[in-house]
């Protein structure tokens, strides 16, 4: 059964800072893994998908890693900003199909 | 292009009745997934429909239902509601059945609160 771990469970950082998010997963045989935003009692926004045979996707200021032979991936934001401020969510999904296998999230905080 | 969307927003009911949420799915979309979130267990996958079929279910029991219909928007219904339904349904659509380059768009959820 595939699981997934996101660390750390809360992040605070001032605004400016650089971060990475950590999310592992325990199956490699996955199609892709996708990263999500969620901000309070709201629903989720996609942020980036990499595929199996892709290294990394891009958008504006972030960078999403995935190493799927070590079943980890990163997703780097640059210069945050208050506005990052939300819930991050990763997902994977194994097979076709559409189910997606969550982690528990990482709530970041972005301090003016 | 419109995105998904969920009806109703937020629904009060008490122990025992049952309830029905419904999802509209981007327009062109033909799969949709259904996931509850509650703070205790995260993210879990429901079901999913995909040309009015399900495809696949999660580990729910028999209470949680869902159907399709030909103009891809989707329906969930939970009978004889229990306090620990009260969750955050939400609603996923994509275009395909879930090929490796289909992201899959959520809606803002249905609040249901048991009592």
């Known amino acids: 059964k595939q699981e997934v771990t996101q660390i750390p469970a809360a992040l605070s950082v001032p605004e400016g800072e650089n971060l990475v998010l950590n999310c592992s997963f325990t199956d490699s045989a996955i199609y892709n893994l996708q990263w999500f935003r969620q901000d309070p009692g709201k629903g989720l926004t996609s942020l980036l998908l990499i595929q199996s045979s892709q290294r990394e996707q891009t958008s504006g200021r972030l960078n999403a890693s995935l190493d799927k032979s070590s079943g980890r991936s990163t997703l780097y934001i640059a210069a945050s900003q208050p506005g990052d401020s939300a819930t991050y969510l990763c997902a994977v999904q194994e097979t076709s199909g559409s189910r997606l296998t969550f982690g528990e999230g990482t709530q970041l905080t972005v301090n003016p | 292009k419109a995105g998904v969307t969920q009806t109703p927003r937020y629904l009060i009911k008490t122990r025992g009745q049952q309830v029905t949420l419904s999802c509209s799915p981007i327009?062109?979309?033909?799969?949709v997934s259904w996931y509850q979130q509650t703070p205790g267990q995260g993210l879990q996958f429901l079901f999913e429909?995909?040309?009015?079929?399900?495809?696949n279910k999660g580990n729910f029991p028999g209470r949680f239902s869902g159907r399709q219909f030909s103009n891809s928007r989707s329906e969930m219904n939970v009978s004889t509601l229990e306090l620990g339904d009260s969750a955050l349904y939400l609603c996923a659509s994509s275009f395909s059945r879930g090929a490796r380059t289909d992201t899959q768009y959520f809606g803002p959820g249905t609040r249901l609160t048991v009592l």
């Open positions: 429909y995909f040309s009015e079929t399900q495809r």
């Open positions: 327009s062109g979309h033909r799969s």
